[in-house]
């Protein structure tokens, strides 16, 4: 298994330490890497840069992942639950399939990220950029998009069963065609009115539906 030499201020001895539960791969170079079907469960992973590195199938169940450059990144199939995507940066990743339940990409910079099929029970994106990310499929039961940029987003194929929170988040030309958002919390017509739904989609009370729907396909 090929591993990543020590960078910035960590320890050599942690970033050549192999793949484990409970690894301290804090500030670690781990770029390119295959890392797939290992199990990082409670791992440390704050600061590292994992840019382009396959980690399909992984553990990263309660994880920490505050603040790692994560772009173009392959999360495929792994276990995300509770873990803690903070701040990270992760342009153009890809979250296909992901078991993300209780998992928090507070303030995550996530722009053309995928999040095809993932289930993303409780999680929390709240702050963060999710412009243009794709959550076909979804599962967005419980999710927190309260403060975030929403620009372009398409939410239009996902599964919502529980209110979805949307306090203050920027919703210019996101995709809510068919949603059922009668029991979301935060939204209000302004939001409304600069994002694309269709006839199918159902507003909070006293939301109205605005004449510029549908919009054009990009």
Same mark, same amino acid.
């Given at each position: 298994m090929a591993v *990543? %030499? &020590? &960078? *910035? @201020? /960590? =320890? !050599? !001895? @942690?970033c050549r330490s192999d793949p484990a539960p409970e690894i301290d791969w804090s500030d670690c170079a781990k770029k390119s890497l295959m890392l797939s079907g290992n199990d990082f469960t409670g791992a440390n992973f704050r600061d590292a840069d994992l840019s382009s590195t396959d980690m399909r199938n992984t $553990? %990263? $169940?309660? /994880? @920490? %992942?505050e603040k790692a450059t994560l772009v173009r990144t392959w999360f495929t199939d792994a276990r995300l639950d509770k873990a803690n995507f903070a701040r990270v940066e992760a342009y153009r990743s890809i979250f296909k399939n992901v078991f993300a339940q209780g998992a928090s +990409? !507070? &303030?995550a910079e996530l722009q053309r990220a995928a +999040?095809?099929?993932a289930d993303l029970t409780n999680t929390s994106f709240e702050k963060a950029d999710v412009s243009r990310a794709d959550f076909d499929e979804a599962i967005l039961s419980g999710a927190s998009f309260a403060y !975030?940029?929403?620009a372009r987003a398409d939410l239009s194929e996902a =599964?919502?069963?529980r209110a979805l929170g949307f306090n203050r988040a920027f919703m210019l030309l996101t995709r809510i065609e068919g949603l059922d958002l009668s029991g979301a919390t935060g939204l209000d017509q302004s939001q409304i009115d600069i994002a694309c739904g269709d006839a199918e989609t159902k507003l909070p009370n006293g939301l109205t539906t605005p004449t510029s729907w549908p919009c054009a396909q990009e």
């Open positions: *990543g %030499l &020590s &960078s *910035g @201020d /960590a =320890k !050599a !001895a @942690d $553990t %990263l $169940t309660g /994880a @920490d %992942l +990409f !507070a &303030s +999040f095809n099929g !975030a940029n929403l =599964k919502v069963e």
